[in-house]
Structures are given as structure tokens and as C-alpha cells.
């Protein structure tokens, strides 16, 4: 059974950094998690990808770009997010979530907008940014 835990998160003012990491466990990385990331939902807001990564090659929102980095360490099948220069409109519950379905790994950044969901979901952690 696939099982994803994420930590890391936490309070942290403007400009502070926080590195979020997800365990993935009992997975058959090739057959379900080819691609994995990292989601986030504001307050009454829904959920959107931050970031991506597939084939070796990480997707970013464009306002994460230059402050965020997304890897994965397949020998410990470890996510990490790693969140420089944090701003208030960063806070919100991030969630790591996998995927083995290669079309829904090959869309990217662009996967949930256009209606495809990752299979597998981690409970959350909370990012909280203040000013």
C-alpha cells in the first residue's frame, strides 16, 4: 500500500526558507510514482501544483521560480521541496502526491489544471509565511 508522508513545514516570516520533505513508502517507484510533487491550497483557495518532477526534470509555478527547488532521492524515495525567500502568499497546506501514468506525468507543472489528478496524496503540512 503507497503511503506518503510529508514534514517540514512550519511558521517562518518573509523571506525565511523552510525544506519540506515527503517519505514514500510502498511504492513500485517506475509503476506508481514515475512522476511525483509538490501541491498547495490557500484558505478558500483550491489546490494547485507548485512544483514537479519527471524525468529527471523539475516543473515550477512561474512564482516559484528562482526561490523553489523540487528533487527526489530515488535510493531513499525522498521528495524534497526546498522554499527560499518565502512570502505570505506562499502559506497554505502543501501536499506531496505521486504518479505513475506516464501521460499524466508528461503534462507537467500543467497536469491538475487541466483535470488530471495524481493518484496518491500525503496528509499535508502547513507553511505558514507572515509579514
Known amino acids: 500500500q503507497v503511503h506518503l508522508v510529508e514534514s517540514g513545514g512550519g511558521s517562518v516570516q518573509d523571506g525565511g526558507s523552510l525544506r519540506l520533505a515527503c517519505v514514500a513508502n510502498?511504492?513500485?517507484?517506475?509503476?506508481?510514482?514515475?512522476?511525483v510533487g509538490w501541491f498547495r491550497q490557500a484558505p478558500g483557495k483550491d489546490r494547485e501544483a507548485v512544483a514537479t518532477?519527471?524525468?529527471?526534470?523539475?516543473y515550477l509555478i512561474d512564482s516559484a521560480r528562482g526561490r523553489f527547488t523540487i528533487s527526489r532521492d530515488r535510493a531513499k524515495e525522498t521528495i524534497i521541496l526546498e522554499m527560499n525567500n518565502l512570502k505570505p502568499g506562499d502559506t497554505g497546506m502543501y501536499y506531496c502526491?505521486?504518479?505513475?501514468?506516464?501521460?499524466?506525468?508528461?503534462?507537467?507543472?500543467?497536469?491538475?489544471?487541466?483535470?488530471?489528478?495524481?493518484?496518491?496524496w500525503g496528509q499535508g503540512t502547513q507553511v505558514t509565511v507572515s509579514s
Open positions: 510502498g511504492i513500485t517507484p517506475d509503476k506508481d510514482a514515475g512522476c
Open positions: 502526491a505521486a504518479d505513475g501514468r506516464p501521460r499524466v506525468c508528461g503534462y507537467g507543472i500543467a497536469a491538475s489544471r487541466l483535470g488530471y489528478e495524481y493518484t496518491y
Open positions: 518532477f519527471y524525468a529527471d526534470t523539475q
